[in-house]
């Protein structure tokens, strides 16, 4: 019996042993809200404190202390202090906890920690919890109840303490928090992977069946030798050296580099883990990335990547050599090169043989006719047609099955290329390839762009929304849609508004990324017909709290220049009536006029 005792004992104290204390430290995390919004903890580095309060659909306490966490929001957030919910129950989803903060009038964001991944970390145990983060240290400055007038089925009507009113007005006022911890009450969450057994069993994850067969289908196509990555996974060693970095990085969305919200469309190019896959491999990292028995297939991997993805091409262009510095900034080039074809050609795909794949981050390939004479600068290149592009880990484009793009001859090859700087410098000598149809296609491909010239961002503003929009003349099968904006760009959609009134949303980017040109190609191409208005909306973020920011204290407009700004939505689709006079090809704009 008492062995029995001490054994509970020692399995309570392991139980709460994790769960989160004063001044422990706050690791950063990333998770959308129910509104499939994007929030980063260490983004909130310039409030005076950060609460969170622990939601659950259902419980009793949760709505109960609600309207009185919005008093305290009211009272606060006007001094600096940012309000936040987060769920981490299992039984929980965004659209139930949608409904759930439509019902209870919850007009705080609700993070939701679908992994759970964020939760174990941070110790919760209840709904009801409160807990304060302090963005000067990344440290828990109060955690536990709001106040103590409620109590499982009994409620007083009014308070006697006001812990997190009272932690709140001393972290504003500057001073240190008094009572730093009390009692919760509340719904308790099931944490199915933090018992001793689920722990224990992390240790046991296996590097070599499970971790490192992982990282080479999801993350060694770039990070390898002379791959884009900045280290190459090339054995345990390596990995277990970046284990904390990867943790990092999984938490905050960082990596692999997909910024689609999953709750939108299915895509072809999908590059994001599973829900699955997240938890196993920062668990294992968790347990001490152990190496575990067995080979180690990323030492002992003997693929070769072939120079041209898809074999040699038809056509091989020279990119003009572009010479950059080991650090610093460099600007958009653009570089013209005349297509040596005689005659016109369909073509069925493209690649970007990168010169320097540590450098080139991204290329886009148009083509056009020059116009020399022409006094406007603008008016010297005319774009007829894209061509695809690069994008690091992605450098070939087929174009969908049964279509191609018309290359007339005579045309000019423009390449927009974009190179991130990494320690060394070096010049580029990037190729092109493009492989030809033997026949005609079916169809053309063709698309058009979403684009708005009259954005204006006001200076020290977080988010500023713009947009642009086309009705579509034609039924189209689209293929493929990508937001593209500069360094203030922090979130993108499409969504269509079908002529019968209904909206659906495309695609949302949640966490925009520079770095990333990513074209999301849908699985199954997407009919939309005539009559349905396609939107394009960018949220910009020019405030000193986007760490990308050139300068936040200026109004941007739109521009090439990376300090100017862009609202420009490049969309692929194919008429499903080919015989029309639309254009094809055609780089339309819209939301101009
Ligand atoms: C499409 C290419 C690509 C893929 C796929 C990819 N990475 Fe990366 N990774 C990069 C690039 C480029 C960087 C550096 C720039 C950045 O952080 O955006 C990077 C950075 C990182 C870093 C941070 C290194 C540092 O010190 O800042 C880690 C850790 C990492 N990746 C892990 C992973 C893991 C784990 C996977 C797979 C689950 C993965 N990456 C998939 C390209 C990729």
New binding site residues.
């Given amino acids: 019996m008492r062995r029995l005792s001490i054994v509970l004992a020692l399995l309570l104290a392991s139980a709460t042993a994790s769960a989160l204390a004063p001044n422990d430290h706050v690791d950063n995390f990333r998770l959308f809200d129910h509104d499939g919004k994007s929030h980063e903890l260490y983004y909130l580095s310039d409030a005076k404190a950060v609460v969170f309060m622990v939601q659950g659909n259902g419980c009793p306490i949760v709505r109960n202390a609600l309207p009185r966490l919005k008093e305290i929001r009211d009272t606060f957030e006007s001094q600096g202090v940012e309000f936040r919910m987060i769920n981490a129950n299992l039984q929980d989803n965004r659209a139930s906890i949608a409904k759930e903060a439509e019902e209870f009038g919850i007009d705080i964001p609700i993070l939701i920690d679908d992994t759970q991944l964020i939760g174990e970390s941070l110790g919760l145990v209840r709904t009801g919890e409160v807990f304060v983060v302090d963005p000067r240290t990344w440290t828990v400055a109060y955690h536990g109840a709001l106040d103590d007038r409620l109590t499982y089925e009994n409620q007083k009507a009014e308070a006697k303490h006001h812990y997190l009113a009272d932690a709140l007005e001393q972290m504003v006022a500057g001073e240190t928090v008094e009572v730093a911890h009390a009692e919760s009450v509340g719904c308790l969450i099931n944490f199915p992977e933090t018992g001793k057994r689920a722990v224990a069993a992390h240790a046991q994850i296996s590097y070599s069946e499970t971790i490192a067969p992982m990282?080479q289908e999801?993350?060694v196509?770039?990070?390898r030798e002379g791959g884009?990555?900045?280290?190459a996974m090339t054995e345990y060693n390596m990995v277990r050296g970046?284990a904390p970095?990867?943790r990092e990085?999984?938490r905050t969305k960082?990596?692999?580099?997909w910024h689609a919200d999953p709750h939108h469309g299915t895509w072809a190019n999908d590059?994001s883990?599973t829900a699955g896959q997240v938890q196993t491999?920062v668990h294992w990292v968790e347990a001490g990335a152990p190496r575990g028995d067995g080979p180690d297939p990323l030492a002992e991997s003997t693929k070769v990547w072939p120079e041209w993805g898809m074999g040699e091409p038809d056509l091989i262009v020279e990119i003009t050599p572009h010479s950059f510095p080991a650090t610093g900034i460099v600007d958009y080039q653009y570089q013209r090169v005349a297509n040596p074809l005689d005659h016109d050609v369909w073509v069925r795909a493209v690649e970007i043989l990168p010169g320097d794949r540590s450098a080139l981050h991204h290329v886009i390939t148009m083509f056009g006719e020059e116009h020399p004479e022409a006094e406007n600068p603008r008016r010297r290149f005319v774009t007829k047609g894209t061509l695809g592009g690069y994008v690091?880990?992605?450098s070939t484009e087929i174009f969908p099955e049964g279509t191609g793009t018309l290359l007339p001859a005579g045309s000019t090859f423009m390449f927009q290329m974009h190179y991130t700087t990494y320690g060394k410098a070096g010049t580029d000598k990037s190729r092109f390839g493009i492989y030809f149809h033997d026949e005609p296609p079916e169809h053309q491909l063709a698309g058009t762009v979403l684009m708005n010239t009259k954005i204006k961002i006001p200076a020290n503003t977080k988010a500023h929304t713009e947009s642009a929009s086309q009705v579509l003349k034609r039924d189209v099968l689209l293929y493929s849609l990508l937001p593209h904006s500069h360094f203030r760009g922090t979130a993108s959609d499409f969504i269509a508004i079908y002529p019968n009134g209904d909206e659906e949303i495309l695609l949302s980017v949640p966490k925009y990324d520079f770095?990333w040109q990513t074209s999301y190609e849908f699985a199954e191409p997407k009919l939309l017909p005539a009559g349905t208005t396609l939107v394009h909306h960018t949220t910009y973020d020019n405030s000193a709290q986007n760490a990308a920011n050139p300068d936040p204290s200026i109004e941007v407009t739109w521009g090439e220049q990376t300090f100017e700004e862009m609202l420009f939505g490049a969309v692929t689709w194919r008429y499903l009536d080919d015989n029309n006079d639309e254009p094809v090809n055609r780089l339309s704009r819209a939301g101009d006029d």
């Fill in positions: 990282l999801n993350c196509t770039c990070h884009i990555g900045p280290w970046f970095m990867i990085v999984i960082r990596m692999p580099p590059r883990l491999l690091p880990g992605n770095n």
